[in-house]
């Protein structure tokens, strides 16, 4: 099945095995993962990953997010210490990106890691994905399947609005179970580490293992989701809201109910979940605005804020 020229295709044993035709071939496909979905594209082509970056009209200093089935694969392509290995013991497969040094003369695209000596690599958990590693054998770069610097999809309809026509096929295995792009962590030469990006895995979870962060300021931009303004709607989004106005569309939480809600009962994961589909609702609704209500700095709750900040910048 195809919409607007864009292949629609199952999560069964020939959809993984056209998805992977495809990627072998050097084309786009839009992959669910237990984040949001992923425009994949193999890794070590310059031509697929211009792709991504020409589909998504990414900027091209933002590095791309690697993903692999195996942890064979990641060492091939990055220097891991003792640190990496007990994060990825602890953590893979799953929502935790680690930003680590590149190994020379890999074979990765120079536009995947945007010209700097580190690569971000992810092991994800979603079945679809894991067998679409193992089909293709490839580490295929996946950043999220939407225009870049708009929302994440968190399930198919998402990708075929904003990026149907422009890629090869979406591989549709219903709603992201999580629904929030990946904690990033990057492990530095001095022995420090720092949260890039913070996402399901909470920080305080990684630091029980490492220690403390240590947050420096770097020039570059050195993984996915770090422009100011980012996950935007395409409309002005005011946070904390306790009401809605009557121009905007109203995203609640807890007890504060809205057009769309994140969760009635004030949980977190589940607002995490749902948060960017109620973003695509608002950004399609008649309302000029969006108005969401406050959403507690606890746990994930840290994650959602972030992405609710760079929406409304």
Not at 40 to 54: C, F, K, L, N, Q
Not at 131 to 139: S, Y
Not at 260 to 283: Q, V
Request: negative net charge; glycine residues 10%.
């Amino acid at each position: 099945m195809q919409k607007s020229g864009t292949e629609l295709l199952t999560v069964d044993a020939p959809g993984i095995a056209r998805a992977a035709t495809l990627l072998r071939e050097g084309r786009l496909v839009a992959v669910p993962t237990e984040t949001v979905y992923g425009l994949a594209a193999r890794a070590d082509s310059d031509a697929a990953v211009a792709g991504i970056y020409r589909a998504k009209g990414r900027p091209d200093f933002n590095p791309l997010i690697v993903h692999v089935a195996q942890l064979e694969i990641a060492e091939k392509l990055a220097v891991f210490d003792s640190r990496a290995h007990d994060l990825a013991a602890r953590f893979w497969p799953g929502p935790l990106t680690l930003v680590l040094p590149l190994r020379g003369g890999v074979s990765i695209a120079p536009a995947v890691t945007a010209g700097l000596p580190t690569i971000a690599l992810r092991m994800p958990a979603h079945p679809a994905m894991r067998a679409l590693l193992i089909e293709t054998g490839l580490p295929l770069a996946a950043p999220s399947a939407n225009r870049s610097g708009g929302i994440s999809p968190t399930e198919a309809g998402h990708v075929v609005a904003s990026l149907g026509g422009r890629i090869d096929a979406v591989l549709d295995g219903g709603p992201c179970e999580q629904g929030l792009e990946s904690t990033i962590v990057a492990l530095r030469n001095d022995g420090t580490w720092q949260l890039l990006r913070p996402g399901p895995f909470e920080e305080s979870r990684i630091s029980d293992i490492l220690g403390p962060s240590h947050d420096v300021t770097l020039a570059k931009i050195e993984a996915p989701g770090q422009l100011a303004q980012h996950y935007a709607p395409g409309k002005p989004v005011r946070l904390d809201a306790m009401q809605a106005a009557p121009d905007e569309f109203m995203i609640g939480f807890g007890d504060i109910a809205g057009d769309c809600t994140l969760s009635a009962s004030g949980d977190l994961a589940e607002a995490a979940a749902r948060l960017y589909a109620c973003l695509h609702l608002g950004a399609s609704a008649s309302q000029p605005r969006i108005a969401i209500a406050p959403i507690p700095m606890d746990g994930i709750g840290t994650a959602i804020r972030d992405r609710l900040a760079r929406a409304a910048a």
